[in-house]
């Protein structure tokens, strides 16, 4: 565990970008998992990330949208918890939480279906994910948190 310092509020999607939403945006789905547009887009590179985001932007007139940091990103889907995971430390408990290994079946599935963390983030522990020092594309769930690691999450 390390401290996670979130200097100034930001938002947060609840979920991943959809299928729908980029396509909405950049005019195409890059995907190779597709047959519902509430899947979440994957297979985009982080370039292609920011040409979305810029879009996005562009669409609504500002710049109200960005990649969360790494920090944001950890306290978001740490939930503010100390245990293993936001809901606890039963990994037993995990499928009901994030699509994983043996629970994802070898594919996406649609956003929004598993239950939320504390912060109403859903799919939080998806594979599908960008921060923007690791790189997963903001959108909309306030949330009060830094944008540096001090060494204890909490």
């Known amino acids: 565990m390390h401290r996670v310092r979130i200097s100034k509020p930001f938002y947060l999607g609840i979920h991943e970008v959809t299928q729908g939403q980029w396509e909405a945006v950049m005019e195409n789905n890059p995907s190779h998992l597709k047959g519902d547009v509430n899947r ?12 979305f ?11 109200r949208y960005r990649l ?15 245990t293993a995971y936001s809901f606890g430390d039963d990994s037993s408990q995990l499928g009901k939480y994030a699509w994983f290994g043996e629970s994802a079946g070898g594919t996406t599935h649609p956003v929004g279906k598993l239950q939320p963390s504390i912060h109403v ?10 921060s923007e020092e690791l790189i997963s594309a903001t959108m909309s769930a306030t949330l009060q948190s830094t944008d540096r690691h001090d060494g204890i999450v909490g």
């Open 40 to 51: 979440p887009v994957e297979t985009v590179s982080w370039e292609e990330v920011q040409k």
């Open 53 to 63: 985001i810029d879009k996005l932007n562009s669409k609504e007139g500002g710049t």
């Open 68 to 82: 969360p940091t790494e920090a944001e990103w950890e306290y978001a889907a740490r939930a503010g918890s100390k």
């Open 121 to 130: 983030r859903r799919d939080s522990r998806s594979s599908i994910a960008y």
